[in-house]
């Protein structure tokens, strides 16, 4: 089965533990995305990466980290410095970089609660 | 901001109606993407249309763009309760960005 998966669905954390979110694909896309969704609201690019070894910050980038070593992969780091990690986050891949306008591919998410 | 801003913020129709939700952004744009998220997943993609189209069908779907007053429209037919879910919009410039969304609720 070709697609974008993300682990764990949901995940516990307590105040000022770093976490951190996987991302893969399958489908031989060159640019990944994170983004960030908040009750009843849209989705914010906290990061993405044309390629490998590479990526770029969204509008909300602070408080996050990311890495790219590997094309199928794109894990996001949650630190402590974040002050509202409580969420709902999303990792998207497209097949070409960001310049292209294609579709974006999405996975199912995971709900990130604080304690 | 080339934002998309969906109009109504919420929806709710009798199975069979259609549904229309309306979609403003602010700068030029290479296309525009309406995706579907039903409640706790990802987004699906539902249709693009490019700058220089003006109306585009996909099965029940109907999306239009009026590029000229920066808005489009996605028009659901004969609506299912399937159908319920969040609607957004995605004007796609340099990157997508995602509006707050239209949540629709199509009642049985």
């Known amino acids: 089965d070709g697609g974008i998966t993300q682990s764990p669905k949901y995940l516990f954390r307590k105040e000022g533990q770093n976490v951190t979110l996987s991302c893969e694909q399958n489908?031989?896309?060159?640019?990944m995305y994170w983004y960030r969704q908040d009750p009843g609201q849209g989705l914010r690019l906290i990061y993405y990466s044309q390629i490998v070894n590479d990526f770029q910050k969204g509008d909300i980038a602070e408080g996050y980290s990311v890495s790219r070593e590997k094309k199928e992969s794109f894990p996001l780091t949650v630190t402590s410095a974040q002050k509202n990690p409580t969420a709902f986050y999303l990792c998207?891949?497209?097949?070409?970089?960001?310049?292209?306008?294609?579709?974006?591919?999405f996975g199912p998410g995971t709900r990130l609660t604080v304690l | 901001s080339q934002q998309g801003e969906e109009d109504p913020q919420a929806l709710s129709i009798q199975e069979g109606e259609n549904a229309t939700m309306n979609c403003s952004y602010k700068?030029?744009?290479?296309?525009l993407q309406w995706y579907r998220q039903n409640s706790g997943r990802g987004l699906v993609h539902l249709i693009l249309?490019?700058?220089?189209?003006r109306e585009k069908h996909s099965g029940r779907l109907r999306v239009t763009l009026d590029t000229s007053k920066k808005s489009s429209s996605l028009l659901i037919t004969a609506s299912r309760a399937a159908d319920t879910a969040s609607y957004f919009c995605?004007?796609?410039?340099?990157?997508?960005?995602f509006g707050g969304g239209t949540r629709l609720m199509v009642k049985p």
């Open positions: 249309i490019r700058s220089n189209e």
């Open positions: 700068t030029s744009i290479n296309n």
């Open positions: 489908l031989n896309h060159d640019a």
């Open positions: 998207a891949s497209s097949p070409t970089g960001v310049g292209s306008y294609n579709e974006q591919f």
């Open positions: 995605a004007p796609a410039g340099n990157m997508l960005t």
